[in-house]
Nanobody, 115 residues
Framework: QVQLVESGGGSVQPGGSLRLSCAAS????????MYWVRQAPDKGLEWVST????????WYTDSVQGRFTISRDNAKNTLSLQMNSLKYEDTAVYYC????????RGQGTQVTVSS
């Protein structure tokens, strides 16, 4: 079955950086478009970024464009999200997902931006 396991979250000050990782198994990772979604406290799931199956095309929600970078290693079945210049409003649980609405996602990793 599909397994998505995120790691790399933590607490960071505004302006700091974190790198999230996701280990994928149970499906043909190299053939799948992949997503990061997040859920802030008391809010619904929000799409953050998408990467094409080959890793050559990426998309970002406006609020993270220029600060976050999605990438993948198809040889290792891993998905990453480099997050720079973090802001308070980036505080959320971040999920690696098989679809844009996050219906198939991992258990999540907490990112807290706080001074």
């Amino acid at each position: 079955q599909v397994q998505l396991v995120e790691s790399g979250g933590g607490s960071v000050q505004p302006g700091g950086s974190l790198r999230l990782s996701c280990a994928a198994s149970g499906f043909t990772f190299s053939g799948a478009r992949m997503y990061w979604v997040r859920q802030a406290p008391d809010k619904g799931l929000e799409w953050v970024s998408t990467i094409s199956a080959g890793g050559t095309v990426t998309w970002y929600t406006d609020s993270v464009q220029g600060r976050f970078t999605i990438s993948r290693d198809n040889a290792k079945n891993t998905l990453s999200l480099q997050m720079n210049s973090l802001k308070y409003e980036d505080t959320a649980v971040y999920y690696c997902a098989r679809d844009r609405d996050g219906s198939v996602r991992g258990q999540g990793t907490q990112v807290t931006v706080s001074s």
